[in-house]
Antibody
């Protein structure tokens, strides 16, 4: 199996945008649903979004619907999360994970801080 | 999409067993045999330890076991070891099947 590595986190002002990336070094990325899961400081895990193997179906938690977009490029073994209209409550470590009705492989996470 | 309910803390002495509950509704835990459990050591990636209520991934010791009754799932850790000290999260598919909800997490302390 490969390794999931996230990037793109950082400090952004409220109302700003950020794009997270996750690269899978394995050979089977295109065969699996993928997800983003986040953990705010001092809080628990929260599912953010899922995307089908071919990108044809996408699902979001209510709190990010209309602001975040999950996408993937199977030619680059890459998963993305475009985050717009960011709020302070979006501050969290964002993990990408492989989803097979359970999250069986996880990256190490990338920190997003929304603050002025 | 309300979070599943877990006790915030649990504890046990080395060698003992501890059970962590996860309560949802008929729209999530009770409606699907798709409950999973994760062990999370702070600063590390979460690790899948139970999927589909009772199944263990390869490499997870049989000291970890899962069960479900109605709208409540449970994780039992037997023969507690120091390295079991971590946060544990339950998770379930929800009404739309392609949405997911986590529990609030339980911090397990090995005394």
């Amino acid at each position: 199996e490969g390794q999931l590595v996230e990037s793109g986190g950082g400090l952004v002002q409220p109302g700003g945008s950020l794009r997270l990336s996750c690269v899978d070094s394995g050979l089977t990325f295109r065969n699996y649903w993928m997800s983003w899961v986040r953990q705010a400081p001092g809080k628990g895990l929260e599912w953010v979004a899922n995307i089908k193997e071919d990108g044809s179906q996408k699902y979001y938690v209510d709190s990010v619907t209309g602001r975040f977009t999950i996408s993937r490029d199977n030619t680059k073994n890459s998963l993305y999360l475009q985050m717009n209209s960011l709020r302070a409550e979006d501050t969290a470590v964002y993990y990408c994970a492989r989803y097979q009705l359970a999250f069986d492989y996880w990256g190490q996470g990338t920190l997003v801080t929304v603050s002025s | 999409q309300s979070a599943l309910t877990q006790p915030p803390a649990a504890s046990g002495s080395p060698g003992q067993s501890v059970t962590i509950s996860c309560t949802g509704s008929s729209s999530d835990v009770g409606g699907y045999n798709l409950v999973s459990w994760y062990q999370h050591h702070p600063g590390k990636a979460p690790k899948l330890i139970i999927f589909e209520v009772t199944k263990r991934p390869s490499g997870v010791p049989d000291r970890f076991s899962g069960s479900k009754s109605g709208n409540t799932a449970s994780l039992t850790v037997s023969g507690l070891q120091a390295d079991d000290e971590a946060d544990y999260y339950c998770c379930s598919c929800t009404g739309s099947h392609n949405h997911v909800v986590f529990g609030g997490g339980t911090r397990l302390t090995v005394l």
